[in-house]
T-cell receptor
Framework: DADVTQTPRNRITKTGKRIMLECSQT?????MYWYRQDPGLGLRLIYY???????NKGEISDGYSVSRQAQAKFSLSLESAIPNQTALYFC????????????FGPGTRLTVL | AQKITQTQPGMFVQEKEAVTLDCTYD???????LFWYKQPSSGEMIFLIY??????QNATEGRYSLNFQKARKSANLVISASQLGDSAMYFC??????????????FGAGTRLFVKA
């Protein structure tokens, strides 16, 4: 079984709809992250959480919100989706100890029409 | 400013040959880690190899090695004996390891590797 899972794997939605992407992990890591990937831009950090009570904005947090329901669960919400949020979204975890390698989920491909 | 640069958008290599994927980085933080990830066409991000800024020796993991030249701020990935399954996108990333750096990870734009039979 995968250590970091994401649901759904693919989603097509319409402008203005609320969308939630979910991430679960069995690695026992405290730190969790949400990234988006756009062609030619690599990965950009949306939000990150170092423990259940800790939520931090990344470089592109506008239009997104997150919830850390438990150590193992970290959800990303788009309150009102817009077409330029069409992207591949990754959840990642890391242990918090050097080198703090990040391990990624399989990704969610989101299309906003 | 912290930055990762991968100057090769695409690379071709013949099966069984070695290939080097370039990565240069920029940071003034003394404590950082350099990572390479592989992204096959299926989309997942697979961790390949890590090099710490204080490591004296180049990291190796099976057919992957990291050519770390600190003075040049380069961290090139070398894949030996290329296989068809190595065809993928490869990302170089830098993680700032101290509180001052905010534990940020910066990714390069990636290099797409094509392995020819």
């Amino acid at each position: 079984d995968a250590d970091v899972t994401q649901t759904p794997r693919n989603r097509i939605t319409k402008t203005g709809k609320r969308i939630m992407l979910e991430c679960s992990q069995t690695k026992g890591h405290d730190r969790m992250y949400w990234y988006r990937q756009d062609p030619g831009l690599g990965l950009r950090l949306i939000y990150y959480s170092f423990d259940v009570k800790d939520i931090n904005k990344g470089e592109i947090s506008d239009g997104y919100s997150v919830s850390r329901q438990a150590q193992a669960k970290f959800s990303l919400s788009l309150e009102s989706a817009i077409p330029n949020q069409t992207a591949l979204y990754f959840c990642a975890t890391s242990p918090g100890l050097a080198p703090d390698t990040q391990y990624f989920g399989p990704g969610t491909r989101l299309t906003v029409l | 400013a912290q930055k990762i640069t991968q100057t090769q958008p695409g690379m071709f290599v013949q099966e069984k040959e070695a290939v080097t994927l370039d990565c240069t980085y920029d940071t003034s933080d003394p404590s950082y880690g350099l990572f390479w990830y592989k992204q096959p066409s299926s989309g997942e991000m697979i961790f390949l190899i890590y090099q710490g800024s204080y490591d004296q020796q180049n990291a190796t993991e099976g057919r992957y090695s990291l050519n770390f030249q600190k003075a040049r701020k380069s961290a090139n990935l070398v894949i030996s004996a290329s296989q068809l399954g190595d065809s993928a996108m490869y990302f170089c990333a830098m993680r700032l390891l101290g509180w001052a750096g905010g534990f940020k990870t910066i990714f390069g734009a990636g290099t797409r590797l094509f392995v020819k039979a």
